[in-house]
């Protein structure tokens, strides 16, 4: 079964800019693998930023951006504000099989 | 826009079965989506526990699959999980979800595997 990876975790100032990403054990992330983007703050469910690599919700600010960079799906955060700070996970898919990576804590500080 | 609440006992002894259903509003379970349950222990990340087509046709994690039973029902717009033989490790926050076509999630709903 794949593997799916996520930076354990990353800081960004307010009003700065990261890109987290998901990687996969079985090779370059591709449109293919669906990848999705979720947030979850403490005590919430998740909650839908991005899906299909670049869509997004008419709920995901816009300063949140999905795309595939150097093999992998990323998530870029451009413009952060202190209610971002929170879980993300991203999912991938193989083909009857959902995996989730481990997720990436954000702190915005 | 879609949106689904599970439902269920939130207590289940050591070796019994849980089992949870999900109702979904804003659409319909026969549209073309498979539906999905995700659980999270305490404290730790996501886990796909697999999904379900409405013709019945189902996926489910591998290290799962022997305890899962996923189905459908159409006349009543839910579908539902049972997990046999359930331990401590399966206590978790278990949520419905449709993620494909865009990601919709249910609430969770806590259950506790204990004597």
């Known amino acids: 079964q794949a593997v799916v990876t996520q930076e354990a975790s990353l800081t960004v100032s307010p009003g700065g800019t990261v890109t987290l990403t998901c990687g996969s054990s079985t090779g370059a992330v591709t449109s293919g693998h669906y990848p999705y983007w979720f947030q979850q703050k403490p005590g919430q469910a998740p909650r839908t930023l991005v899906y299909d690599t670049t869509n997004k919700h008419s709920w995901t600010p816009a300063r949140f951006s999905g795309s595939l960079l150097g093999g992998k799906a990323a998530l870029t955060l451009s413009g952060a504000q202190p209610e971002d700070e929170a879980e993300y996970y991203c999912l991938l898919s193989y083909g009857g099989a959902v995996i989730f990576g481990g997720g990436t804590k954000l702190t915005v500080l | 826009q879609v949106q689904l609440q599970e439902s269920g006992p939130g207590l289940v002894k050591p070796s019994g079965t849980l089992s949870l259903t999900c109702a979904v509003s804003?659409?319909?379970?026969?549209?073309?989506?498979?539906w999905s349950w995700v659980r999270q222990p305490p404290g730790k990340g996501l886990e796909w526990i697999g999904e379900?087509?409405?013709?019945?046709?189902?996926h489910y994690d591998p290290s799962l699959k022997s305890r899962v039973t996923m189905s459908v029902d159409k006349s009543k717009n839910q579908f539902s999980l049972r997990l046999s033989s359930v331990t401590a490790a399966d206590t978790a926050v278990y949520y419905c979800a449709k993620l494909d076509g865009g990601g919709y999630w249910g609430q969770g709903t806590l259950v506790t595997v204990s004597s």
């Open positions: 379900v087509y409405h013709s019945g046709t189902t």
């Open positions: 804003g659409g319909s379970i026969s549209s073309s989506n498979w």
